[in-house]
C-alpha cells in the first residue's frame, strides 16, 4: 500500500470552530489532492497542490483551504466549520497527475 | 459542473452475470480514464485503467470500453461475484490537467 496517511480518522467538531486535517505521505510524490465523499455525489475535489506551496482550487473550494509547505505534508483547513461540512474527506497522492492513491479518510461531523 | 458524469447509481446483479457502468466525460484534454473500487470504511483503490488511444483494456474478470468520438466509456465485469460488492467510481485524469475528476460512483451490488 501507498504510504499515505490521515488524521485524525475521526472528528467531532462544533458549528463555527477552525478544523484542520491533515495529509501526511511517504512516496516523494508530486501531487496531491483533496476530495470530499457525499452520498449521491460521489467524490468532489476541494483544492488539489502540484508542488510545495503550490495549490489550486477544486470544484467544492468554498470554506476550504489548503497549504503545502513540504513535499510530504498536505492540509485542509476549515475556517469556521458549517453542518453542510460533514462528510468523509479523503486525501490522494500521484506521481504522474493520473493514477492516485487514497488515503483511509477522515469522517467529520460537524454539530 | 459535473466533469464526468456516471450512472446508473445503483447496480442490482446476479452471481455470474455481467455489470456494466457507464461514464461520460467533457473535457477532451483528459488523458487517463481509470476505475477505482471502494469498500465500505475504505478509500478508493485503482482498479483498471485506459488511455484514449485504445479502445479495449481486458485484465481478468474486468473490462473497459473506450469511445473516444463519443467521449465515454464502461467498466464491465465478467462473471460478476459477490466479493465484487462495492463502489465503483470512473475518473478523468492526465493531459493538461492537474487535477483528477471522478464520478458520482455506482454501488454495486452482487446477489449469490
Known amino acids: 500500500d501507498a504510504g499515505i496517511t490521515q488524521s485524525p480518522r475521526h472528528k467531532v467538531t462544533e458549528t463555527g470552530t477552525p478544523v484542520t486535517l491533515r495529509c501526511h505521505q511517504t512516496?516523494?510524490?508530486?501531487?496531491m489532492y483533496w476530495y470530499r465523499q457525499d452520498p449521491g455525489h460521489g467524490l468532489r475535489l476541494i483544492h488539489y497542490?502540484?508542488?510545495?506551496?503550490?495549490?489550486d482550487k477544486g470544484e467544492v473550494s468554498d470554506g476550504y483551504s489548503v497549504s503545502r509547505s513540504k513535499t510530504e505534508d498536505f492540509l485542509l483547513t476549515l475556517e469556521s466549520a458549517t453542518s453542510s461540512q460533514t462528510s468523509v474527506y479523503f486525501c490522494?497522492?500521484?506521481?504522474?497527475?493520473?493514477?492516485?492513491?487514497f488515503g483511509q479518510g477522515t469522517r467529520l461531523t460537524v454539530v | 459542473q459535473q466533469q464526468v458524469k456516471q450512472s446508473p447509481q445503483s447496480l442490482i446483479v446476479q452471481k455470474g452475470g455481467i455489470s456494466i457502468i457507464n461514464c461520460a466525460y467533457e473535457n477532451t484534454a483528459f488523458d487517463y480514464f481509470p476505475w477505482y473500487q471502494q469498500f465500505p470504511g475504505k478509500g478508493p483503490a485503482l482498479l483498471i485503467a485506459?488511455?484514449?488511444?485504445?479502445s479495449e483494456k481486458k485484465e481478468g474478470r474486468f473490462t473497459i470500453s473506450f469511445n473516444k468520438s463519443a467521449k465515454q466509456f464502461s467498466l464491465h465485469i465478467m462473471d460478476s461475484q459477490p466479493g465484487d460488492s462495492a463502489t465503483y467510481f470512473c475518473?478523468?485524469?492526465?493531459?493538461?490537467?492537474?487535477?483528477?475528476?471522478f464520478g458520482a460512483g455506482t454501488r454495486l451490488t452482487v446477489k449469490p
Open positions: 490522494a497522492i500521484s506521481g504522474d497527475r493520473r493514477s492516485a492513491f
Open positions: 475518473a478523468a485524469s492526465g493531459g493538461g490537467n492537474n487535477d483528477m475528476r
Open positions: 512516496e516523494n510524490h508530486r501531487y
Open positions: 497542490s502540484y508542488g510545495v506551496k503550490d495549490t
Open positions: 485506459i488511455r484514449p488511444d485504445v
